[in-house]
């Protein structure tokens, strides 16, 4: 049951859809811009490309709950 709903929530997130269960969780997708960062190891400037990513926001029943 577990694997089909990670399958569930994988195939809407690629389809870019939103997912909403009522007192958990939103989960949507969002496209982050490119950017410079710096390699923690050599302290060198680096370029981190664009890309999708999945954002995951608490329903605020559970927000409270915690």
Excluded: W
Excluded at 14 to 27: E, R, S
Excluded at 32 to 44: C, V
């Amino acid at each position: 049951a577990l694997d089909a709903f990670g399958a569930v929530i994988t195939e809407a997130l690629v389809a870019d859809k939103k997912i909403q269960l009522p007192g958990v969780f939103t989960a949507s997708t969002a496209q982050r811009a490119e950017r410079e960062g710096r390699n923690p190891s050599t302290g060198k400037a680096m370029t981190i490309p664009a890309r999708r990513v999945a954002k995951f926001t608490p329903a605020s029943a559970l927000k409270n709950a915690l």
